[in-house]
Every structure is written in C-alpha cells, then in structure tokens.
C-alpha cells in the first residue's frame, strides 16, 4: 500500500463514512449538505485512488462525479424548495473546507503528475469541484422565492 492509497482510504473512511451517515438520517437541511459534502469527497477519493492504482479511468469518473455532484445538489434544492424554505440549511460552513480539501488532495496530484494532459485534467476537475460546491451552497443558502401569478 503506498502513500496514495493510505489517503484515499482515510479519506474514505473519515470523511465519506460520516458524510453518508449524514445523508441517511437527520433533517432534509443536513442532508442535502451530507450530499453535496459527499460527492465531493468521494470524487477526491476517486482522483487519490486513480494516482495509487496508476488508473487514469478512475480520473474520468472523478470528471463526471464533478460535474454531476453539484447538479444534483441543485436538483434537491429545487425539489425540496419549501421544506428547505421552512429550515433552510447553512451550507456556507461546508465550503471552506471543501475549497481547503480539494486543494490539499489536487495540487499534490498535479505536482506528482507532472506537466501534461494528466495534470490538465486535475486542475479542471478541482476547479469544477471548487465552482460545484460554491455553487450549491448559495443555491441552498438562497431559498427559491415563490412564483407569484401574474395578475
């Protein structure tokens, strides 16, 4: 098992564990959270398992997991528009260290990678996973306003 690995199960273990067991119990605020929160990390585990494993295919899910995580999470916020509206959630607490993960997993990726197409594709994927969670936070942060008819 190499250093890579190490991480990722770590990761998996300290942060995706509790972040799935956030998403199964609790009020839809902290799940929605837990949901975002996860997707994150698990696209982070994925890009330190690609680089302990010398897959690059487990890159490319970590791509889609990128953009996918964040759309989903504005799917949620949509569908779950008023009861978010009635307690709605403080996801700004989670993109600080969102921001601070995805930095700490990619740019020593991007430094082991070295120059190229590989290196490339991490900067791209950490700055959809950066851009992602800012992204959902404020939309679960704003509630929808209601429509009102025209009268």
Request: with cysteine.
């Amino acid at each position: 098992m190499n250093g890579w690995l190490a991480a990722a199960a770590a990761l998996l273990l300290c942060g995706v564990g509790p972040a799935l067991w956030g998403v199964a119990t609790g009020p839809v605020r902290r799940r929605v959270v837990a949901q975002n929160l996860a997707t994150l990390l698990t696209c982070l585990a994925l890009l330190l398992l690609a680089r302990g494993y010398h897959r690059t295919a487990y890159v490319d899910l970590g791509l889609v997991l990128s953009l996918l995580g964040p759309v989903g999470t504005l799917v949620y916020a949509r569908l779950l528009a008023d009861e978010l509206a009635e307690d709605p959630p403080r996801s700004s607490r989670t993109t600080w260290p969102a921001v601070v993960a995805t930095l700490l997993v990619v740019l020593p990726l991007c430094v082991a990678t070295g120059p190229g197409r590989g290196m490339v594709k991490l900067l791209v994927i950490g700055a959809l996973l950066i851009a992602g969670n800012v992204v959902a936070a404020r939309a679960l942060d704003d509630p929808i306003p209601e429509m009102v008819p025209d009268e």
